[in-house]
């Protein structure tokens, strides 16, 4: 069974300029991805999609494959995951003759997430008797939704409808997609041609192995935890 990580990662972040190969703990922030694919016993072959060359560079030394520059209009604010997976897949069955039975699609901006996750995740998809497209990883969301208001004109209301539960030990879990680990069949993927497939299951993450770099912030806290506690 071929399954193939892929690693998006372009050069033109904005709110924390160049964060994927930012330092973090000694090493740059995309190292911690690469390294957690590769120790991943499923997963047979790790790609990085960039269209930037120093992270190109950077992912070929860590020890990932970078066959090519992702084209620019993929490496744009509003490029979609699933557009620069389904490209990448387009590319390799066009050149390699290869087609992996399943994709697996890492942020590398969630450097916590182990490679005991990418495992939990895949097992989820694999297997004969499995009935699911899709394995996203999740986390128990800190905000309930059960509990948020909405403004209907100038009156405060419940956003769900029917909220009256009073204490929050009483509250069902939620869970919220973390962005860690995306696992597909590479035939519903393409079938589809989203990620965002309806036949889907989800691991669960701990919190702290969840966070996500988005802000300068999120960096720091990230770059606290990894160098005191990994």
């Known amino acids: 069974m071929e399954i193939l990580a892929i690693i998006p990662a372009r050069g033109g972040s904005k709110s924390v300029p160049r964060k994927n190969i930012k330092l973090i703990g000694g090493k740059p922030l995309i190292n911690y991805t690469i390294e957690s694919a590769i120790n991943c016993k499923h997963i047979t072959r790790t790609i990085v999609s960039t269209d930037d060359q120093e992270i190109a560079d950077i992912s070929t030394l860590a020890g990932a494959q970078v066959p090519f520059l992702r084209p620019k209009y993929l490496a744009t604010d509003t490029a979609g995951t699933s557009d620069v997976v389904l490209d990448l897949i387009e590319w390799l069955k066009r050149n390699e003759n290869y087609t992996p039975d399943f994709i697996c699609v890492l942020q590398c901006t969630t450097p916590m997430r182990s490679t005991e996750d990418i495992e939990g ?110």
């Open 121 to 230: 995740c895949i097992q989820k998809c694999i297997g004969d008797d499995c009935e699911y497209d899709v394995c996203f990883s999740v986390c128990e969301t800190e905000s309930s939704p059960y509990w948020m208001k909405t403004f209907s004109g100038g009156k405060l209301v419940p956003f769900l409808d029917a909220t009256t539960i009073a204490r929050r030990q009483d509250l069902p879990k939620v869970y919220e997609l973390n962005g860690a680990v995306y696992v597909v069949k590479t035939s519903a993927l393409v079938r589809s041609q989203t990620m965002h497939i309806q036949n889907v299951t989800g691991y669960v993450m701990p919190q702290y192995r969840s966070l996500d770099i988005d802000t300068p912030l999120d960096f720091e806290i990230a770059k606290m935890i990894m160098e005191k506690y990994l």
